[in-house]
């Protein structure tokens, strides 16, 4: 029997954000279609979005809630599509005083990884990331802050077409706050943080952010009760190569792929786009995984796969109203 991953409370003096989750959440099951898409309706900037619950919304000069609810897309009749998963996939979230622990998730017969990549974008190290997942035609999750997109200068521009383009290709960009706080500890600036971070990041990819990573992986009652109003997702993650302390390519790359060879249980792996070891060592762990596929292939074994963000999705329902858009 291989060990489970490693989840154990971290120690003190650790940055709570590289601490890894000490237990496993209740998963979500991802199935059916997003019916995240929007249609123009006439010419000009009129606009009528379906939200991923197919609920029809329209553009709104009221509270950042209100623009948050809005689900824009990349073109006309760009859809956003959720694969059907016969898996549950954990969110790995640190459990809430009291709250008895989900049991562990079973491997459904693959080692399945989902990639996210946190606190960018970057302009060094997002676009290389983006290009490396291009070319293997991979597609992952960046939890973006709003604090780097916010401005006008010529970097924050050129930021925000960064987003632009992860999402032209596939990958989905999550919300991460707009200054990385802990908002457990300052739930005053929760609404502030969290909205107005999703309302930068829809202008900037024309979609609405549906999952979000909490930073430090905090985790409360109030904070889960304002993702839930806000039919965002919380992710956690189970796979920390904690480039912070310095680790090198070479490092993070040999404690990713050992974590990976002797998983039994789907992986969230947490990388930093900024991290330039970390960025350098991404192609190597997706060498590794193809090498393992092959020598699964050859061998036998359990499987690896790479899945992409729908694995987190609620199921989704489309109503006949938000069908109508889509045609
Ligand atoms: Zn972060």
Redesign the pocket.
Known sequence: MLPPLCLSASGGGVAP?QQAPRHLSASSEASGELAGQASRVGSGRALLAADHRGRVWEPSQGSHVNDLRQSFAAEPGARVRASTSPTTFPRYLVPLPGEVPAAAANLPGERLVLLTF??GPDLQGTPLILDELDRRNLRAVF?VMGQHIVRNRPEDLARRDLLRKLAVHGHHVGN?TMN?KDLCRNPDALAEEVDRAAELITYATGVRPLLF?S?YGARCHSLDRALAERDLVQVGWNADPREWRGNSENAIATYVTSLLARATAPVILLLHDKNMAAVQALPRILDWIEREKARVAREGGVPIRIVDYSVLLPEQHTTPQARSLTR
């Open positions: 954000e946190d606190d939890f991460h990385h990573r930073p």
